[in-house]
């Protein structure tokens, strides 16, 4: 039955139409829709689960979604592992705590070679000490080290930035191999990335796909040219897959590197100590000496015992007249008794 409200609203309409015009006339009907809906129920739309997680999660501009900060204790000082999450991260700590812990066990033990080297050289330019990582993830700390691409040494330098570093690349000579001299231009690269990106993150990216790879994304993400350790984060979608999985890796291996028994990774007591491990002499069998009683006798090279047919060419080479040489042939070709 309908309701009484719309017969009485239509006259209502009608007769103020005539009587004011048409302004008033839709004043009424808005009055009339009100009143009729008053009592109505109505539903709004049911919000998205994922859309209600993301409202309901603290809001901080600082903080890109998918990363938190862990607790400052787990913070090494001075290190590049800020104490931040994020699910390749997590990727990575997994992997190299199980499947691949006994490869970086021994990548670890070859690293005690090389980290008080690197270590004093990055402590002299005040930059992370973490970053000794970066040449674990490059060569596993092999400087003989090749790629594909003809990257060569402990830090994997084309020889184009090698030269514009400062190393020789020329003939037989490839400082590339020189442990040193390698880490002093890595050192001076990454400096120079983080004084132009503002980030270690961000410098790290850049040494793995190239400043203007990275320059590319800050830009399209931030609109500017530099950034923090969060804008990596911020702009990691454009980066390559290899630079995706790269900075995420590096901080991975410096906090499973710094304290492997805790991730149950077994590293030789001298590895971990950052000594290198001695290697086994060979055996030697002794020589015996001389002594009064037991002389020792010379060894000299004795000559085969010279037969008739040596003799007839030594005849032949000294000019023996030739009776005598046909002598030594009859004697030569004589079968013996």
């Not at 184009?160 to 191999?177: P, Y």
């Not at 990454?190 to 994304?217: F, I, K, M, P, Q």
Request: aromatic share 6%; charged share 25%; glycine share 6%.
């Amino acid at each position: 039955m309908p309701m009484r409200w719309t017969s009485s609203s239509g006259k209502s309409l009608k007769q103020t139409l005539a009587r004011f015009g048409i302004k008033a006339a839709i004043v009424v009907s808005g009055v009339a829709v009100a009143a009729g809906t008053i009592h109505k129920q109505t539903y709004l739309p049911r919000t998205p689960l994922a859309k209600r997680i993301v409202a309901s999660a603290p809001v901080n501009v600082k903080t890109p979604w998918g990363t938190t900060h862990a607790a400052d204790s787990s913070v090494a000082p001075g290190g590049l592992d800020a104490g931040v999450d994020h699910d390749r991260i997590s990727y990575w700590v997994k992997r190299l705590s199980t499947t691949l812990s006994a490869d970086f066990a021994r990548t670890l033990e070859r690293k005690a070679k090389y980290s008080d080297m690197i270590a004093a050289k990055l402590e002299a330019k005040q930059m992370p000490r973490d970053l000794v990582y970066l040449a674990m993830i490059e060569s596993e700390f092999n400087p003989n080290a090749k790629s594909p691409v003809k990257a060569v040494g402990l830090w994997q330098f084309m020889s184009a930035t090698a030269r514009q570093f400062g190393l020789t690349v020329k003939g037989r000579v490839d400082e590339r191999r020189d442990p040193a001299r390698a880490t002093d231009a890595a050192v001076a690269y990454l400096s120079s990335l983080h004084d132009r990106l503002g980030s270690w993150y961000l410098a790290a990216a850049a040494y793995n796909s190239g400043e203007g790879t990275v320059l590319r994304a800050l830009k399209a993400t931030t609109g500017k040219t530099t950034g923090t350790d969060d804008d990596f984060f911020r702009i990691l979608p454009l980066l390559p897959k290899e630079t995706q999985d790269y900075v995420p890796k590096l901080i991975a291996s410096a906090r499973v590197g710094n304290d492997p028994a805790r991730y149950g990774v077994a590293v030789k007591e001298a590895a971990a100590s950052g000594d290198v491990a001695p290697t086994p002499a060979a055996t030697v069998t002794p020589t015996p000496t001389a002594t009064a009683a037991t002389p020792v006798a010379k060894h000299v090279k004795k000559s085969p015992p010279k037969t008739t047919k040596h003799k007839v060419a030594t005849a032949v080479k000294k000019k023996i007249a030739p009776k005598t040489r046909a002598k030594l042939k009859t004697a030569h070709r004589t079968p013996k008794p």
